[in-house]
C-alpha cells in the first residue's frame, strides 16, 4: 500500500472501532480507553505543527530572496485575484442552493435539539468580525517572534516575504549566504517532516478513533441533514478544484490526485490544514512539477489566508440555524452573510472548530439566536474533516493554477531547482 492508502486505511479502521466501542463497551471504560489514545494522535499533530513556522519561514527566504523582486510582486498579485475569484464563486454556489436544499428537510422537535445541544462542546468566547481597518493593520506583526510562538501565519508571512524582498537589495555575497542557510535549515526540517509523516497512520488512528466514538451518533437526528449537506457542497466545491486544477493548471488529473492525497488524508484525520503543509509542499514539489521557489511561496500564503470550505460553514450554518428558529432571512441578509463569510475567511482561526467562534456575531447581525452554534458544534468533528479536506484540496488547487505560468516558461532560479530535486529523492527515501 502507499503512504496515502496506508493513512486513509487508518482513518476508516479508527472510525470504524471508535463507533464499534461506543456501543459495546459501557462509558467508564471507553472513556478510559479514549484518554490513552487521544494524547497519542495529539502528540503527533504537535509533532507536525513543530516544523511549520520555521519551515514555512525558511523557505519563503530560501525563494523569495534568491529571487527577482518584480517576479515575485507579479506571482503575488495573481495569488490576490486566484483568491477573490475563487472565494466569490464558492459563496455563490453555496447561497445559490442551500436555501432550496434546507427547505426539503424537516424541522426536528424542541426536544430533540435540546438533547442533542446539551452535549456540546462549550464554545468560549466568541470573537467579534474584525473589521477592515483592523484587519490591515494586524497584517504588521509588532512582534515577528510573538506572531511566530501564538501560530499567527498571515502576520509571520507578511513579516518574512518583507525581509526576503529586502534581501534582494543586499550585496550579493551577503544574500547568497542567507540563501544557503535558509535553505539548509528548510532541507533539515523536511528530513524531520518526512520522519513524522512515516508515523502518520498511527497518529491519524489514534485521533479517528475517538471521532468514530463520540461523533457517530450526534451525526443521526436532528442535524443529520445539515451534516450531509454540509459535506454534499465541501465535496462539490473539491470536484470544482480538480477541475480547475485540470483546466487552468494543465495538471493531468492523476497526477494532481497523487499530489493532493497525502496531505488529504492528514487534513480529514487532523482537521487542520495546517499540519497538512508538510505533505502538501512535498506533494507538490514531487508531482506538479513547480518551480520550488513558487511552491514556497504560494502554499504558506494559501494556507494562511484561503479557507475557501469557511464560506460554507458560516452560510449553511447560519441559515440552518434560522430555520430552526423560524426565522425568515431576506435576499438582501442572504447576501450579506454570503459577503461577511468570504470577509472572515481570511481571519478565522486556524483551529478545529475556529469558523464556530467567529460565527455567533453574524447569526446575531441577523436575527438568528447565537446559542445555536453549541448545535453545529455537536457534529463538528465530522462537518470540519470534510472542511479542512475542502480547504487543503483548494490550496493544492490554486498553487497548480497560480504557478503554471512559472512552470510552463521554465522559470527556476538558479540553485533552487537543484534544492528542489534534493528534497524529492529526500521524500522519496
Known amino acids: 500500500?502507499?503512504?496515502?492508502a496506508r493513512t486513509f486505511a487508518a482513518l476508516a479502521a479508527g472510525l470504524a472501532l471508535g463507533a464499534g466501542l461506543r456501543a459495546a463497551l459501557p462509558a467508564p471504560s471507553l472513556d478510559a480507553l479514549l484518554a490513552a489514545a487521544e494524547p497519542l494522535g495529539t502528540t503527533w499533530v504537535n509533532a507536525i505543527r513543530m516544523t511549520v513556522v520555521p519551515l514555512v519561514a525558511s523557505l519563503l527566504v530560501g525563494a523569495v530572496a534568491a529571487d527577482d523582486a518584480r517576479v515575485v510582486g507579479r506571482l503575488g498579485l495573481r495569488v490576490a485575484v486566484a483568491f477573490a475569484v475563487s472565494l466569490g464563486l464558492g459563496a455563490a454556489l453555496v447561497l445559490l442552493v442551500t436555501p432550496t436544499l434546507l427547505a426539503r428537510l424537516p424541522v426536528p422537535p424542541p426536544d430533540a435539539l435540546a438533547a442533542l445541544g446539551a452535549g456540546a462542546a462549550p464554545l468560549g468566547e466568541a470573537v467579534a468580525p474584525v473589521g477592515l481597518r483592523d484587519w490591515l493593520v494586524g497584517l504588521i506583526p509588532t512582534n515577528p517572534v510573538k506572531a511566530a510562538a501564538d501560530g499567527a501565519l498571515l502576520p509571520l508571512v507578511v513579516f518574512t516575504l518583507a525581509f526576503a524582498a529586502a534581501a534582494t537589495r543586499i550585496p550579493e555575497a551577503s544574500r547568497a549566504a542567507l540563501v544557503g542557510v535558509s535553505r539548509a535549515v528548510a532541507d533539515a526540517l523536511l528530513v524531520v517532516v518526512r520522519w513524522v509523516l512515516a508515523l502518520a497512520p498511527l497518529g491519524v488512528f489514534a485521533l479517528a478513533l475517538p471521532l468514530g466514538a463520540r461523533a457517530g451518533a450526534a451525526a443521526a437526528g436532528a442535524l443529520a441533514g445539515y451534516v450531509v449537506l454540509t459535506i454534499a457542497l465541501c465535496l462539490t466545491i473539491n470536484v470544482g478544484m480538480y477541475v480547475g486544477a485540470i483546466t487552468l493548471g494543465r495538471v493531468p488529473l492523476r497526477t494532481f490526485a497523487r499530489a493532493a492525497a497525502p496531505a488529504q488524508a492528514v487534513a480529514l484525520g487532523t482537521r487542520s490544514s495546517l499540519a497538512a503543509l508538510p505533505a502538501m509542499l512535498r506533494g507538490a514539489e514531487q508531482h506538479l512539477a513547480l518551480?520550488?521557489?513558487?511552491?514556497?511561496?504560494?502554499?504558506?500564503?494559501?494556507?494562511?489566508?484561503?479557507?475557501?470550505?469557511?464560506?460554507?460553514?458560516?452560510?449553511?450554518?447560519?441559515?440552518?440555524?434560522?430555520?430552526?428558529?423560524?426565522?425568515e432571512l431576506t435576499a438582501a441578509q442572504q447576501l450579506g452573510v454570503g459577503a461577511t463569510a468570504v470577509l472572515l475567511s481570511v481571519g478565522v482561526p486556524g483551529v478545529p472548530g475556529g469558523v464556530f467562534l467567529v460565527m455567533a456575531p453574524v447569526l446575531t447581525s441577523v436575527g438568528v439566536p447565537a446559542a445555536g452554534v453549541g448545535l453545529l458544534l455537536a457534529v463538528d468533528p465530522i462537518t470540519d474533516a470534510f472542511r479542512t479536506l475542502t480547504n487543503v484540496t483548494g490550496h493544492m488547487a490554486l498553487t497548480a493554477i497560480v504557478g503554471r505560468e512559472s512552470r510552463t516558461a521554465g522559470v527556476v532560479t538558479a540553485g533552487v531547482e537543484d534544492a528542489g530535486v534534493a528534497t524529492a529523492q529526500s521524500g522519496a527515501q
Not at 1 to 4: E, L, V
Not at 309 to 320: K, N, P, Q
Request: aromatic residues 4%; glycine residues 4%.
Open 1 to 4: 500500500m502507499s503512504p496515502a
Open 291 to 327: 518551480p520550488p521557489a513558487s511552491v514556497a511561496m504560494l502554499l504558506p500564503l494559501a494556507v494562511a489566508t484561503f479557507r475557501i470550505s469557511v464560506t460554507v460553514a458560516i452560510i449553511v450554518g447560519t441559515l440552518f440555524l434560522a430555520r430552526l428558529a423560524g426565522v
